[in-house]
């Protein structure tokens, strides 16, 4: 079974641009995660969504949005890079149900350098 | 605010030797426990899930404990091999269906050939 993968792997951008970053889940799963990950800050959760629904958010600024197809692949586009939006932005999924949690599997990431 | 903290944030053993790596969160109303590897650069790797009612779970070398009273969990490695170098990183869920993780700064191993 493929594992998740993220497009692109590697992403430059200058500030004031925006980015688009591609996630898809293993095959069944529905419900996929975001995080972004920094040095000094570590992992913090972006957001989750489950069955094209976003049933969960961090705290983040409305800068940073997503979105879940019908075929459970999602999207985090980030409007109006900052230097500080440097960083691995990782996405997971996992076979969670509407009863029960799963392991989250994480994709490799995608690493966003904003100059 | 749940917070999860790593100690020590780095450990260098030599190859054979048996280590815990410790995990504490402040706040024991947790959903489950994971712990996840990472090596540098790259996507993390499941290791072992605990459920709030689970005492432990093993798997292979690995042996994870969670005292969910003390706001505790263990990572037990055994006869740790050079491959076991990497980033090991616990995380907490707080309720069912959040997809949401709580992540602690991570312990950084080095096991030395």
């Known amino acids: 079974k493929a594992g998740v993968t993220q497009t692109p792997r590697y992403l430059i951008k200058t500030r004031g641009q925006q980015v688009t970053l591609s996630c898809s889940p293993i095959?069944?799963?529905?419900?996929v995660s975001w995080y972004q990950q920094t040095p000094g800050q570590g992992l913090q959760f972006l957001f989750e969504y489950f069955s094209e629904t976003q049933r969960n958010k961090g705290n983040f600024p409305g800068r940073f949005s997503g979105r879940q197809f019908s075929n459970s692949r999602s999207e985090m586009n980030v409007s109006t890079l900052e230097l500080g939006d440097s960083a691995l932005y990782l996405c997971?999924?996992?076979?969670?149900?509407?009863?029960?949690?799963?392991?989250?599997?994480f994709g490799p990431g995608t690493r966003l350098t904003v100059l | 605010k749940q917070e999860v903290t790593q100690i020590p944030a780095a450990l260098s053993v030599p190859e054979g030797e048996n280590l815990v790596l410790n995990c504490s969160f402040t706040d024991s109303a947790i959903y489950n426990l994971q712990w996840f590897r990472q090596d540098p650069g790259k996507g993390l790797t499941s290791l072992l899930l605990?459920?709030?009612?689970?005492r432990e779970q093993t798997s292979g070398r690995l042996n994870a404990s969670l005292d969910k009273s003390s706001g505790r969990s263990t990572l037990y490695i055994a006869a740790s091999q050079p491959g076991d170098s990497a980033t090991y990183l616990c995380a907490v869920e707080l309720a069912s269906n959040t997809g949401k993780l709580i992540f602690g700064q991570g312990t950084t191993l080095q096991v030395k050939p």
């Open positions: 095959s069944g799963h529905r419900s």
């Open positions: 605990i459920q709030s009612s689970q």
């Open positions: 997971a999924s996992s076979l969670t149900t509407s009863a029960s949690t799963d392991t989250q599997y």
